[in-house]
């Protein structure tokens, strides 16, 4: 059974720092593409960003400089380090797990909530 279990949600203020895990059991964690995800009220999905199995990066525009994600394969773990919050990071954050082109294999969290407010 795959399970991907976020921690680390929670308020912060604008300006603060937050780091998101997930810890991911029941898939060989190394050959996955493992990306964090944010859904904000009213609003798609969108990716935050990526970390493939080589350890190559990938950012959303909007938190380019802010959010820097890791991961440890030794643990099955993926992070997000979030640094100067603002407001509009506010959502539910999630971790997700892909693998495969043709055939895709596709993991979900069940999201963490992180609020960003004064």
């Known amino acids: 059974q795959v399970q991907l279990v976020e921690s680390g949600g929670g308020l912060a203020q604008p300006g603060g720092s937050l780091r998101l895990s997930c810890a991911a059991s029941?898939?060989?964690?190394?050959?996955?593409?493992m990306n964090w995800y944010r859904q904000a009220p009213g609003k798609q999905r969108e990716l935050v960003a990526s970390?493939?199995?080589?350890?190559?990066?990938n950012y959303a525009d909007s938190v380019k400089g802010r959010f820097t994600i890791s991961r440890d394969n030794a643990k099955n773990t993926v992070y997000v380090q979030m640094d100067s919050l603002k407001p509009e990071d506010t959502a539910v954050y999630y971790c997700?797990?892909?693998?495969?082109?043709?055939?895709?294999?596709?993991?979900w969290g069940q999201g963490t909530q992180v609020t960003v407010s004064s």
């Open positions: 029941g898939i060989t964690f190394s050959t996955y593409t």
């Open positions: 997700n797990a892909r693998r495969g082109l043709s055939i895709v294999l596709e993991y």
């Open positions: 970390i493939t199995t080589g350890g190559s990066t």
